[in-house]
């Protein structure tokens, strides 16, 4: 779905001839694309090509060298603090920080550490964790929860205040199969509720394949940005990767997907 704003239609994010470069290394060059609102786009590319520093520019956190991002039709730098969720790949928190699930997504709806929670806090935070299916988690101590917890507990923090946008780098790193089938299945889940849009980075090209509607392919420098099923053909990922590992094969044998 496009947004419409004063007449002109509007994309959930632009990014136009975006360039970053991070002291004399030249992370991004020439990145453009345009993703609708209610979009699901997998980044997909090799270790060290660019996908986490887009995120961060994303986020506002890097500043482009070169080009330009709208988000939601309006200048980057602009946005409301909470319009954008976010799950970092490396969980910096110490988990033997004496803190439970419910305390670190409260977090995400005041913007900082709890010192206390009244009843309204703990009703907003109690319904992040339903929507991930983690509610029976609330009251854990981070040191008690397995991988696949955490991550469910970070997701419900990122959509406490139920942006219009997630970010995620690489959200199932560190967690088993089942684990990640059912984070993909909340995000997707999370997008026929609200109309979001997910930017996710991932090396799971299966999920890719399944899941998103968009692929951008970058190694520095943009491959592709198409639908799943092209992005994903064996002649970018060769560009991208050098080489088709057996994971690779596994991408479109038999299936197909718009």
């Known amino acids: 779905m496009i947004l419409q704003l004063n007449g002109r239609y509007v994309f959930s994010i632009e990014v136009n001839d975006l360039s ?11 990145i453009d694309f345009a993703l609708e609102e209610d979009s699901f786009c997998a980044v997909v590319g090799p270790n060290g090509g660019g996908k986490t520093t887009l995120l961060k520019v994303l986020l506002n956190v890097e500043k482009p060298t070169a080009g330009s991002i709208r988000i939601f039709g309006s200048d980057q730098t602009k946005q409301p603090k909470f319009s954008i969720g976010y799950v970092p790949q490396i969980k910096t928190l110490d988990r ?37 299916g983690a509610e029976m988690l609330a009251d854990r101590q981070l040191s008690k929860l397995s991988g696949g917890e955490l991550q469910r507990i970070y997701l419900a923090r990122s959509i406490a205040r139920r942006p219009r946008m997630l970010l995620l780098d690489e959200p199932a790193t560190g967690i088993d199969q089942a684990g990640a089938k059912g984070l993909i299945d909340l995000l997707d889940n999370y997008r026929s509720q609200t109309q979001a849009t997910i930017v996710m980075v991932t090396h799971d090209l299966d999920s890719a394949y399944h899941h998103a509607d968009r692929v951008l392919l970058v190694n520095h420098k943009q491959l592709c940005f ?7 053909s064996e002649c970018y990922l060769r560009e991208a990767f050098g080489r088709i590992g057996h994971k690779h094969d596994m991408i479109g044998g038999g299936h197909s997907h718009d």
């Open 20 to 30: 970053v470069t991070l002291g004399a290394y030249k992370a991004l060059d020439g």
């Open 96 to 132: 033997s920080f004496p803190a439970t699930a419910l305390e670190l997504v409260s977090s995400g709806i005041i913007g900082s550490w709890p010192s206390a929670m009244n009843r309204e806090l703990r009703r907003k935070a109690n319904e992040a964790l339903a929507l991930v």
């Open 226 to 232: 198409d639908r799943t099923k092209v992005a994903l």
